[in-house]
């Protein structure tokens, strides 16, 4: 398809490379060039790379010797920079997928040719033997086999890849080799990925290692932090449950001093008692020692003088039984004392009892009295309505009539009931219908979310995305803008082959966040917002006429084995497809259904396809500022492994469901007012039947009822 290449030069010496570090001065009589020494190269430093029949370099062998500073090598396109770059990595046992290009190794054997080697000479350190690595490449018709050399032996690929990580050549390190389709992985690196690759490409290991443990020795120390924390909520809590339980056991103390001196007065009360009887006691004994007193005396007047002798006898007679009889009544006298102490404690706890009792039954007897008063009032209300109603009528000859009547509304009724259930069926599979289509329609929002989350947090500076949207969409309700306004673009997207969608996000990744218009005053608007907002977004302004939009259709290239164009693998308003359309060229990037490489070269050439998605891989087609489309190349790398997970989900056209949702549940309010109006008929059927004057109210009823039936219709 393209011009072979004018091969380089077969040896381009150290001098033909611009090293920077060694750069040479004018020589001149005020100006000598001082000597310097040899140059050193470090370990693992490239010192000489020879290339044979690989990509563009052809025969004879070319021989390329760098300095052992910085080194750059400066060409137009098709010279075989990016071909010194995978030869690099190809000849010291790197991955292929490293490089962006073809993954099979015979892709890179220059076109024609069934053999190729990549010699490199990598150095040992000052003092130490250098290292030759010889990759041999062999295509046949079976396939390819690489042999390995080193240093004149054979060797194996494991043995060359354990050298190169010996002395810390890191491919896979984006800070120390960074091939040309890997710049954009390498832009979108945050600080955190960018400060662990330059430590693993400095020095030796230990200075990663030594950062890693420094960051799990800070973790430990956060987690520990947090137990500390943790265990002192824990004693202030603590300290807080002693101080309460304190105060529990303060007022614990108090009840039981409280007791104590409950018990205490109990006690006094019962030594009152007994010094109440004791007091008693005394009396009596002091009455009794009077007696015998008295009859001592009387025994004196008796001895003294025994003339009234009889009398005196009988008076000391009498004085013992006077004296044996108070005996009694002190003996008497002490029981009831103690009788009346038991006595008196049971009476006052009957008082209180009988008084919480009374309390009980005022209460009761008040509400009582209420209600009484109630039911009196509404008893001479009744007796009046009695009093002022008219004599009951005599119906009997309209029962008859009434009866066939009756007969007629029970049949109505029946058939009402037929005509209902029809209509209550008809009615709930409508439900079911709005039922079904409000959970698609939530389904749908579910998913506009999701794509919106995944947009906010795939995509760097998109945080406010979110916030953005709504203050668009309040915009929009006030009127705000003087043209139509869609965005995020990638939200308005539907995807109709979920195949493609990995290729269509891929392609488009850059604008599902941006906005479209159609005014460049509200461009403006929307650009400020973001500004003010941090928000990594952009506003699009397309001048088209953004109401129509026609998709070119690709179904002349089927027989290149062409499944669609990006631009109908998706649907999505006009004016976002303008967008897509002229911002990725959608049009022009073609999705295939096969891997083969000289087919794909045919179309693009034949078709001037600029891109095209392969199951595996993409294809660029790369023109020279030189030598136009004749001097073009391609430029084949792999698919994003994380690529559809935006747009592989689908976006259900939440519009066109709440439509179909509102025109259901529009249709479904006919049978609906069918289904009220037979009900209500029904109703007035049986009112009618209800309202019959039958009784001395008959007429105050059947008023009520048609008032009733008349409010309803």
């Known amino acids: 398809m393209a011009r072979s290449r004018q091969a380089p030069d077969p040896e381009v010496e150290e001098s033909d490379l611009e090293d920077v570090g060694d750069a040479a001065e004018p020589e001149g009589p005020g100006n000598k060039r001082q000597r310097t020494s040899p140059a050193v190269f470090p370990k693992g430093t490239v010192k000489q790379v020879k290339l044979f029949n690989f990509m563009t370099y052809g025969e004879p062998a070319v021989t390329i010797k760098p300095g052992s500073r910085l080194n750059l090598v400066l060409g137009p396109n098709g010279t075989g920079k990016s071909s010194l770059v995978c030869a690099l990595c190809v000849g010291l046992a790197g991955s292929t997928k490293l490089l962006g290009r073809a993954d099979n190794v015979k892709e890179y054997i220059r076109r024609g040719c069934t053999r190729g080697w990549v010699e490199t000479t990598l150095s040992g350190g000052p003092g130490a033997r250098d290292h030759v690595v010889r990759c041999e490449l062999i295509k046949s018709d079976e396939g390819y086999r690489t042999d390995w050399r080193l240093n004149g032996a054979s060797s194996t690929k494991t043995a060359i890849q354990e050298l190169v990580k010996s002395l810390n050549i890191q491919f896979d390190n984006l800070c120390q080799f960074l091939p040309q389709d890997k710049v954009v992985e390498f832009a979108r690196m945050d600080q955190y990925e960018l400060l662990v690759a330059t430590e693993k490409a400095i ?25 500390l924390k943790t265990a002192e909520r824990k004693h202030e809590q603590l300290v807080q449950e002693n101080q309460r339980l304190e105060r529990d056991y303060e007022r614990h103390n108090k009840k039981k001093k409280l007791q104590d001196r409950i018990e205490v007065m109990k006690k006094k009360a019962k030594w009152m008692r007994v010094k109440e009887a004791d007091d008693l006691r005394k009396e009596t004994e002091a009455a009794e020692k009077q007696a015998e007193d008295a009859l001592k005396q009387a025994k004196q007047e008796a001895r003294a003088d025994e003339r009234p002798a009889h009398r005196r006898k009988e008076e000391a007679d009498n004085a013992k039984r006077t004296a044996s009889e108070l005996q009694l009544k002190v003996r008497k006298h002490e029981q009831e004392a103690s009788a009346a102490a038991d006595k008196i404690s049971e009476l006052e706890a009957e008082v ?177 917002k973001f500004k003010e907002m941090a928000l990594r977004a952009n506003a699009i302004t397309i001048t088209d006429n953004a109401s129509q939009y026609t998709t070119n259709s690709t179904a002349h290239m089927r027989d290149y084995g062409v499944v669609c164009s990006l631009d109908e693998v998706y649907d999505a308003p006009p004016l976002v497809k303008h967008c897509l359309a002229n911002m990725c060229n959608l049009g022009n990037v073609l999705v295939v259904n096969h891997d083969d490489t000289d087919r794909v070269k045919q179309l693009m050439d034949e078709q001037r396809v600029r891109q095209v998605y392969t199951p595996q891989r993409i294809v660029n087609f790369i023109a020279s500022a030189y030598g136009g489309r004749e001097d073009a190349s391609l430029s084949i790398s792999g698919l994003n492994a994380a690529a559809g997970q935006i747009l592989g989900g689908g976006a259900a056209d939440v519009e066109e469901v709440r439509h179909l949702l509102l025109s259901i549940v529009h249709t479904s309010r006919q049978p609906d007012r069918h289904l009220k109006l037979c009900m209500l008929w029904q109703t007035l059927l049986m009112l009618f039947a209800a309202s019959m004057p039958l009784g001395p109210f008959s007429n105050a009823n059947k008023c009520t009822t048609w008032q009733f039936a008349a409010t309803q219709l």
């Not at 009528?393 to 029970?410: F, K, N």
Request: aromatic share 4%; with cysteine; glycine share 6%.
């Open 203 to 227: 020095g030796d290991a230990s200075l990663f290692e030594t950062h890693q443990k420094l960051i799990a020795q800070r973790n430990t120390a956060k987690d520990k932090e947090a137990v």
């Open 352 to 528: 209180r009892k009988q008084r919480q009792e009374l309390n009980g039954l005022q209460a009761e007897s008040d509400k009582w009295t209420k209600t009484k008063e109630t039911y009196r009032t509404k008893v001479e209300n009744l007796k009046k309505n009695l009093a002022q109603l008219p004599p009951i009528p005599d119906h009997s000859a309209r029962i008859a009539e009434i009866g066939e009547q009756m007969q007629s509304v029970r049949e109505q009724i029946n058939h009402l009931e037929g005509e209902k259930g029809e209509l209550a069926n008809s009615i709930h599979a409508a439900k079911m219908e709005i039922n079904r289509l409000q959970a698609q329609l939530r389904e749908c929002d579910s998913a506009k979310y999701q794509r919106l989350q995944s947009l906010r947090h795939k995509q760097k500076g998109m945080l406010s995305l979110e916030d953005a949207l709504n203050w668009v969409n309040q915009m929009k309700q006030q009127g705000r803008f003087r043209g139509p306004v869609a965005g995020p673009l990638g939200l308005d997207m539907k995807v109709k082959m979920p195949s493609c969608a990995k290729y269509l996000e891929q392609a488009t990744f850059g604008q599902l966040c941006n906005f479209a218009v159609q005014h460049k005053e509200d461009a403006d608007t929307l650009s400020d």
